[in-house]
């Protein structure tokens, strides 16, 4: 069961950029959830997906310490989910869906974050345990977040 959990259900199993294909996952899935379900619904699987993702984490590193292996994506889905809550949070309190590009942003501000590791989402990374591993991507999916709010309101405040 952890182990599905973990790789998201295969996702993470993909070849070339496991990652990346998790976060279009989460991209994909949490951008229905919210359209469809609405934004609580978001709310709570991102909760489910953080709590559930420290507890496989745990698991499936509990005999290797130090390891960050590259099909875990569980921590992707919950850092992208967190990154879109900033922009569905945005449109929700307008009562409408997020729209494009918040879920486009939120995804490549997300990867970008998650790729270089910055300030805190890199000291999470050094950590090298399984709470690390969760961490940087809640953190990059946290500053991703901000980020998608600052770039829409530079559009808005310049552009539009």
Request: contains cysteine; hydrophobic residues 60%; aromatic residues 16%.
């Amino acid at each position: 069961m952890t182990r599905q959990i973990s790789t998201f259900f295969g996702i993470g199993l993909l070849p070339w950029a496991p990652g990346t294909w998790g976060s279009l996952a989460a991209l994909i899935l949490g951008w229905g959830i919210e359209r469809y379900l609405g934004f609580w619904p978001l709310v709570i699987a991102t909760l489910i997906a953080t709590v559930v993702g420290f507890w496989a984490c745990k698991a499936e590193l509990a005999d290797r310490p130090g390891d960050d292996p590259s099909e875990i994506v569980i921590d992707e889905v919950a850092g992208m989910w967190l990154a879109m809550l900033f922009p569905a949070a945005a449109f929700w309190s307008k009562d409408m869906s997020m729209v494009w590009p918040g879920p486009i942003a939120a995804f490549l501000f997300f990867r970008l974050f998650d790729i270089k590791k910055p300030w805190l989402v890199g000291r999470a990374d050094r950590r090298h345990d399984s709470i690390g591993v969760m961490l940087d991507d809640l953190w990059a999916g946290v500053f991703a977040g901000i980020a998608t709010i600052i770039a829409a309101a530079l559009y808005h405040i310049f552009l539009f």
